[in-house]
């Protein structure tokens, strides 16, 4: 779903202007974040974990648990829409600069929890 999402969404280009045309939606989510997209969409875990299940071997959770670090790719979406939002506010004010850490630290303290 991530993929067709993602696929379908409007875009901000160079120029600051919102584009909305399908076919050159998905020209530059082609050339911006699919591949990315689709390694984060790879269920690398279950393949792995199909395979154990198949040949009778007892499964091994913990490298289970360390194949689904590439999901963790997944968070250079969100980099780069708070980098957009940050470069959109002014940090000469007291305002602007909160305006470009909270979101950063929402996403590090998410983080961070998530791991601890």
Known sequence: LDLVFHSLLAYTNKKSVLVYDLAKIRRHYLGHGFLVSFLVSI????????????????RPHSTLAWLRVPKLLSLLYLYTSL?????????DT???????LLPMMVAMSHILTCVW
């Open 43 to 58: 269920p690398f875990d279950y393949i792995v974990w199909g395979m154990f299940a198949l040949a009778n071997l007892k």
């Open 94 to 100: 007291i305002q602007g600069g909160i305006k470009r």
């Open 83 to 91: 980098q957009a939002k940050a470069s959109d506010t002014k940090a």
